[in-house]
């Protein structure tokens, strides 16, 4: 439950939007519609205006902004630059992913603290002079959001480190939990400030910012927005200890694009929806997209890549060539192995010097002759694990420097960071190999780094005596298996980090491999990550949002849902709720009518163990019963026993069950059987496949009706029950293939049922026999909630297209819930059809018997 704080974090009524720029005209035509016009418009006075907008504009919005800030040492005044040679500064380098006609802003903090009295002179500068608009949060917020809930508890939760014990990790603070939503709240007044949310794109930038997309989709709805996890996603047993993991779901799909680094963290996500939330993905045309109160949200898989141009411009520099030469002769007759790292507890760089210590005490052959230099960049947070992790470092260095080191030698040289760009790609450049040890990390662009780096140019070329373009190049990857950049680099040696044995056995093979293989895995390698740049990432990113929110404005869009549980639900124009008022009319005006009800998610709520009707359900039933002008139907699937026990107090309800395969018109009247043309012996050959299925699968369990068989797999494992429903559909089909039956999978079940048995030929049926008895109805009613009750639907549409209906019929196919249908109205739960129903038979005169004082209705929300 959110705190009231929380809640009113939502409140954008409090946050009026402020920037004073010209908008392409918008008003609303019809409840609901938006039209692209304004009223002069709509009335031709104005119909020769065309608006052209000659660029587009982009707003990256990410926790630090890509700009350095420090104080001039003789004016004291602020001065600001590019942060370009930091080698992560990808929002600065996804830049060259857009054409020139694309503008640039970005959004995020600065990474200096500026006084109150100077941010808004600070921020028209950085917007006038680069494109930034500042967030500056207060340093106390941004304690308790960056290195409390950011680095302290989301980050090592999304590296699977859980808080078992106090000592293990942060747990959960409800107070850093409502700094993080305080601070994506900041991120969104912010971007307010600059977006024209009828053209603008907005693309958010990893774990800090994962609630800022609820907040931009509530002020606009139809807003476009992507986001990039750069971090892993956990699997759905790590993350769902979460306590506001469905908050945190819920904004991400609030989004039009998810982009991930690779398919496992994509899985991930996908599995948590499904589990917490009930969602299914479907895959179409390369694409995977989860449906979401009728939104698709789109899920991209593409890792990140480099700076081709960067590196290679770091590359021509003098002092790159100067620090090489100086460094090739430092380690003159040594085999260089190289790893760079962050000091945090997840890099496995204490793993790493365990496996050179093994390596040089089963091979006392390379002792003096192999050295490991470890480059560590500073801590991104504070705290006593990386204080731990340093102290654990040092000590294993020196002892196996102690150990194994001799004077001119030592084992591991440990290089404190910061270090330059130029350093950086010196030690790449004369490094054999590189040690990417990682028990966990989100991508590490380190060995795409080093592969660019041995690709060589000129001036290194000529620092370190190469024969220029002739020369070969050679490079040899080490990679941790739990490395987001792992699956795309095929030709390096993978290894289980925590297996020292592993990973010593890869570094001799490394540094004793022959030349030739080492050249044609830096090939491979090389191919790979000069087509697979950042500007390959950002443009591919870009393209797939583009096509995510072209059906932005073919649909109608409103809100729904309080505080960080608020979604949009977007449906066809034509799809519209069912008004009460306006069905009745029809109903006064018609006096051949025809009502099909499904039951289970129509009349009854699926969740009600109890599946048997309540009094107001038997009470509106009869009402509508006993018009004569109605003929009413209960269409199920349910089997005829239930249906005819349930509705005994229903004399004149018309009950359809198994799909149509059993009908009597009333309870005095017998049942009728479709026939069909065949027996049911294929029973004989399906139902011990279905057994050896739920045998397996605990949860599920078998449905035997008379015409049909239903594996239900509701109450098993999702993902399992899904991937089983799979199977046993496919060994259905296989062993039925020569019967004359239908093997269909649909909401948690597996059917199957005898050819030409649906709810849609029920519907041909009835309105057959009332055309024959000199009853063609002039309105029709179809309620349904399912796939099955799609039949119904079609069938209905079928009926109007072809003028087989009265052509004054009135005609009202309705689903229950908001979702993509082929019918043309929904309702939104049972208890709002429980109560049309009741309007209609008012308007009959037939009103209802109430429940009596006391009794519970139990109302359900789709």
Same mark, same amino acid.
């Given at each position: 439950?959110?705190?009231?704080? =929380?809640?009113?974090?939502?409140?954008?009524?409090?946050?009026?939007?402020?920037?004073?720029?010209?908008?392409?005209?918008?008003v609303?035509?019809?409840?609901?519609?938006?039209?692209?016009?304004?009223?002069?418009? /709509?009335?031709?006075?104005?119909?020769?205006?065309?608006?052209?907008?000659?660029?587009?504009?982009?707003?990256?919005?990410?926790?630090?902004?890509?700009?350095?800030?420090?104080?001039d040492?003789?004016?004291?005044?602020?001065?600001?630059?590019?942060?370009?040679?930091?080698?992560?500064?990808?929002? %600065?380098?996804?830049?060259?992913?857009?054409?020139?006609?694309?503008?640039?802003?970005?959004?995020?903090?600065?990474?200096?603290?500026?006084?109150?009295?100077?941010?808004?002179?600070?921020?028209?500068?950085?917007?006038?002079?680069?494109?930034?608009?500042?967030?500056?949060?207060?340093?106390?917020?941004?304690?308790?959001?960056y290195?409390?809930? =950011?680095?302290?508890?989301?980050?090592? /939760?999304?590296?699977?480190?859980?808080p078992?014990?106090?000592?293990?990790?942060?747990?959960?603070?409800?107070?850093m939990?409502?700094?993080?939503?305080?601070?994506?709240k900041?991120?969104?007044?912010?971007?307010?400030?600059?977006?024209?949310p009828?053209?603008?794109?907005?693309?958010?930038?990893?774990?800090?910012l994962?609630?800022?997309?609820?907040? /931009?989709?509530?002020?606009?709805?139809?807003v476009?927005?992507? *986001?990039?996890?750069?971090?892993?996603?956990?699997?759905?047993?790590?993350?769902?200890?979460?306590?506001?993991?469905? @908050?945190?779901?819920?904004?991400?799909?609030?989004? !039009?694009?998810?982009?991930?680094?690779?398919?496992?963290?994509?899985?991930?996500?996908?599995?948590?929806?499904?589990?917490?939330?009930?969602?299914?993905?479907?895959?179409?045309?390369?694409?995977i997209?989860?449906?979401?109160?009728?939104?698709?949200?789109?899920?991209?898989?593409?890792?990140?890549?480099?700076?081709?141009?960067?590196?290679?411009?770091?590359?021509?520099?003098?002092?790159?060539?100067?620090?090489?030469?100086?460094?090739? @002769?430092?380690?003159?007759?040594?085999?260089?192995?190289?790893?760079?790292?962050?000091?945090?507890? *997840?890099?496995?760089?204490?793993?790493?010097?365990?496996?050179?210590?093994?390596?040089?005490?089963?091979?006392?052959?390379?002792?003096? $002759?192999?050295?490991?230099?470890?480059?560590?960049?500073?801590?991104?947070?504070?705290?006593?694990?990386?204080?731990?992790?340093?102290?654990?470092?040092?000590?294993?260095?020196?002892?196996?420097?102690?150990?194994?080191?001799?004077?001119?030698?030592?084992?591991?040289?440990?290089?404190?960071?910061?270090?330059?760009?130029?350093?950086?790609?010196?030690?790449?450049?004369?490094?054999?190999?590189?040690?990417?040890?990682?028990?966990?990390?989100?991508?590490?662009?380190?060995p795409? @780094?080093?592969t660019?780096?041995?690709?060589?140019?000129?001036?290194?070329?000529?620092?370190?005596? %190469?024969?220029?373009?002739?020369?070969?190049?050679?490079?040899?990857?080490?990679?941790?298996?739990?490395?987001? =950049?792992?699956?795309?680099l095929?030709?390096?040696?993978?290894?289980?980090p925590?297996?020292?044995?592993?990973?010593?056995?890869?570094?001799?093979?490394?540094?004793?491999?022959?030349?030739?293989?080492?050249?044609?895995?830096?090939?491979? #390698?090389?191919?790979?990550?000069?087509?697979?740049?950042?500007?390959?990432?950002?443009?591919?990113?870009?393209?797939?949002?583009?096509?995510?929110?072209?059906?932005?404005?073919?649909?109608?869009?409103w809100?729904?849902?309080?505080?960080?549980?608020?979604?949009v639900?977007?449906?066809?124009?034509?799809?519209?709720?069912?008004?009460?008022?306006?069905?009745?009319?029809?109903?006064?005006?018609?006096?051949?009518?025809?009502?099909?009800?499904?039951?289970?998610?129509?009349?009854?709520?699926?969740?009600?163990?109890?599946?048997?009707?309540?009094?107001?359900?038997?009470?509106?039933?009869?009402?509508?019963?006993?018009?004569? $002008?109605?003929?009413?139907?209960?269409?199920?699937?349910?089997?005829?026993?239930?249906?005819?026990?349930?509705?005994s107090?229903?004399?004149?309800?018309?009950?359809?069950?198994?799909?149509g395969?059993?009908?009597?018109?009333?309870?005095?009247?017998?049942?009728?059987?479709?026939?069909?043309?065949?027996?049911? !012996?294929?029973?004989?050959?399906?139902?011990?496949?279905?057994?050896?299925?739920?045998?397996?699968?605990?949860?599920?369990?078998?449905?035997?009706?008379?015409?049909?068989?239903?594996?239900?797999?509701?109450?098993? !494992?999702?993902?399992?029950?899904?991937?089983?429903?799979?199977?046993?559909?496919?060994?259905?089909?296989?062993?039925?293939?020569?019967?004359?039956?239908?093997?269909?999978?649909?909401?948690?079940?597996?059917?199957?049922?005898?050819?030409?048995?649906?709810?849609?030929?029920?519907?041909?049926? /009835?309105?057959?026999?009332? $055309?024959?008895?000199?009853?063609?109805?002039?309105?029709?009613?179809?309620?349904?909630?399912?796939?099955?009750?799609?039949?119904?639907?079609?069938?209905?549409a079928? #009926?109007?297209?072809?003028?087989?209906? %009265?052509?004054?019929?009135?005609?009202?196919?309705?689903?229950?819930?908001q979702?993509?249908?082929?019918?043309?109205?929904?309702?939104? !739960?049972?208890?709002?059809?429980?109560?049309?129903?009741?309007?209609?038979?008012?308007?009959?005169?037939?009103?209802?018997?109430?429940?009596?004082?006391?009794?519970?209705?139990?109302?359900?929300?789709?």
């Amino acid at each position: 439950m959110l705190s009231r704080s =929380c809640f009113n974090l939502l409140n954008f009524d409090q946050y009026p939007y402020s920037v004073d720029r010209a908008r392409i005209p918008r008003v609303m035509t019809f409840p609901g519609i938006i039209s692209e016009f304004d009223e002069e418009d /709509l009335e031709g006075n104005n119909s020769n205006v065309e608006v052209e907008n000659e660029y587009e504009r982009r707003i990256i919005v990410a926790n630090q902004l890509p700009v350095k800030a420090y104080r001039d040492s003789e004016t004291k005044k602020w001065c600001f630059e590019w942060d370009r040679y930091a080698l992560d500064t990808l929002i %600065l380098q996804l830049k060259d992913g857009f054409s020139p006609n694309v503008e640039i802003i970005y959004v995020g903090c600065l990474k200096a603290e500026v006084d109150l009295s100077e941010q808004d002179e600070v921020a028209q500068f950085l917007l006038d002079k680069f494109r930034c608009v500042p967030t500056f949060l207060p340093l106390d917020l941004i304690n308790k959001f960056y290195h409390g809930f =950011c680095k302290h508890y989301l980050w090592p /939760l999304f590296h699977y480190m859980l808080p078992v014990t106090p000592s293990h990790g942060v747990r959960f603070d409800k107070s850093m939990w409502q700094a993080y939503v305080s601070a994506n709240k900041i991120f969104a007044d912010k971007v307010y400030e600059v977006i024209n949310p009828d053209e603008d794109y907005v693309w958010i930038q990893d774990y800090h910012l994962m609630v800022l997309p609820t907040f /931009l989709r509530r002020r606009y709805n139809r807003v476009k927005v992507g *986001f990039f996890l750069h971090s892993p996603f956990p699997s759905s047993e790590i993350y769902r200890t979460l306590p506001v993991r469905e @908050e945190i779901l819920r904004a991400l799909l609030n989004c !039009d694009l998810v982009g991930f680094q690779t398919f496992d963290y994509a899985r991930h996500f996908l599995s948590c929806c499904s589990r917490m939330l009930g969602l299914d993905y479907q895959s179409k045309r390369g694409y995977i997209g989860l449906d979401y109160y009728g939104r698709t949200v789109t899920i991209k898989i593409l890792p990140v890549g480099i700076h081709m141009g960067q590196l290679q411009n770091v590359m021509s520099l003098p002092d790159t060539g100067k620090k090489a030469k100086e460094l090739k @002769e430092k380690y003159e007759g040594k085999i260089v192995m190289l790893g760079i790292d962050d000091m945090d507890m *997840f890099k496995g760089i204490g793993l790493k010097f365990l496996a050179m210590g093994r390596l040089l005490d089963e091979n006392p052959v390379l002792r003096g $002759k192999v050295v490991l230099v470890q480059i560590t960049n500073p801590p991104r947070s504070k705290g006593s694990d990386v204080q731990e992790v340093q102290k654990e470092v040092n000590r294993i260095a020196s002892e196996i420097n102690k150990k194994y080191g001799k004077p001119g030698y030592k084992p591991i040289v440990c290089i404190n960071g910061p270090v330059s760009t130029q350093d950086k790609i010196a030690h790449y450049a004369i490094s054999e190999c590189v040690v990417v040890n990682a028990v966990r990390d989100g991508m590490n662009l380190v060995p795409y @780094e080093y592969t660019v780096s041995r690709q060589g140019s000129d001036n290194l070329d000529k620092a370190l005596q %190469l024969d220029g373009p002739t020369a070969s190049r050679k490079s040899v990857i080490i990679v941790s298996e739990f490395v987001g =950049c792992s699956p795309s680099l095929s030709g390096a040696i993978r290894v289980n980090p925590w297996n020292i044995d592993s990973v010593s056995e890869a570094m001799g093979l490394a540094v004793t491999m022959p030349d030739p293989e080492k050249e044609l895995r830096h090939e491979k #390698h090389y191919k790979y990550v000069s087509s697979h740049d950042v500007a390959y990432w950002a443009r591919s990113f870009d393209q797939d949002l583009q096509r995510a929110c072209a059906e932005h404005y073919h649909k109608r869009c409103w809100g729904i849902g309080f505080g960080l549980g608020f979604r949009v639900v977007a449906l066809g124009p034509n799809f519209r709720k069912l008004s009460v008022e306006h069905i009745v009319s029809a109903y006064n005006r018609t006096n051949s009518r025809l009502i099909l009800l499904d039951y289970d998610g129509t009349m009854m709520p699926e969740d009600k163990v109890n599946k048997a009707p309540g009094e107001e359900v038997i009470s509106v039933l009869n009402s509508l019963c006993s018009d004569p $002008k109605n003929v009413v139907f209960i269409v199920s699937g349910r089997g005829k026993d239930s249906l005819s026990q349930w509705l005994s107090p229903c004399p004149r309800l018309g009950l359809s069950a198994e799909h149509g395969y059993f009908t009597r018109w009333s309870k005095d009247s017998e049942w009728e059987s479709r026939p069909i043309a065949a027996d049911m !012996d294929w029973k004989r050959v399906a139902l011990p496949v279905m057994e050896h299925y739920t045998e397996a699968t605990d949860g599920s369990s078998i449905e035997q009706k008379e015409s049909a068989l239903v594996w239900h797999h509701q109450e098993a !494992d999702p993902d399992f029950g899904a991937w089983q429903a799979k199977e046993l559909l496919d060994h259905l089909e296989s062993v039925l293939a020569n019967e004359p039956v239908v093997v269909k999978r649909g909401q948690h079940i597996v059917e199957v049922k005898p050819q030409n048995i649906s709810k849609g030929i029920v519907v041909e049926s /009835l309105m057959a026999s009332m $055309k024959s008895r000199g009853m063609s109805p002039d309105f029709v009613l179809c309620i349904g909630d399912d796939r099955s009750d799609e039949d119904m639907f079609e069938s209905i549409a079928s #009926h109007v297209s072809n003028h087989f209906l %009265l052509d004054k019929a009135e005609v009202f196919a309705c689903t229950v819930g908001q979702k993509p249908s082929m019918a043309k109205f929904y309702l939104d !739960d049972t208890v709002e059809v429980i109560k049309m129903l009741q309007g209609l038979s008012a308007a009959s005169g037939q009103l209802p018997k109430l429940p009596n004082r006391g009794t519970s209705v139990e109302v359900v929300t789709a």
